[in-house]
């Protein structure tokens, strides 16, 4: 399982997101690499003030349209 999760988000590194947790506004980030913890499912990812931050996978939205990466 988590082979297939590091290889989605593979997929999606150097990409630009929205990144929207629940408590906070929304902001744009690049994904930089799959977290190494599976059960979590966190990603880390570059904000535009260059800070290396792990947020959770469920926050992650393409940012044309919102919608959910997974």
Do not use: C, H, Q
Not at 9 to 22: Q, R, W, Y
Not at 24 to 31: H, Q
Not at 49 to 58: L, N, R, Y
Request: aromatic share 10%.
């Amino acid at each position: 399982m988590k082979e297939s999760f590091t290889k989605f988000i593979d997929g999606f590194v150097g990409k630009k997101v929205l990144v929207t947790p629940p408590d906070f506004e929304p902001i744009y980030a690049k994904v930089d690499s799959a977290g190494n913890n599976e059960m979590l499912r966190m990603v880390n990812v570059i904000t535009a003030d260059g800070k290396k931050v792990k947020v959770s996978v469920d926050w992650i939205r393409n940012p044309k349209t919102w919608a959910p990466i997974i």
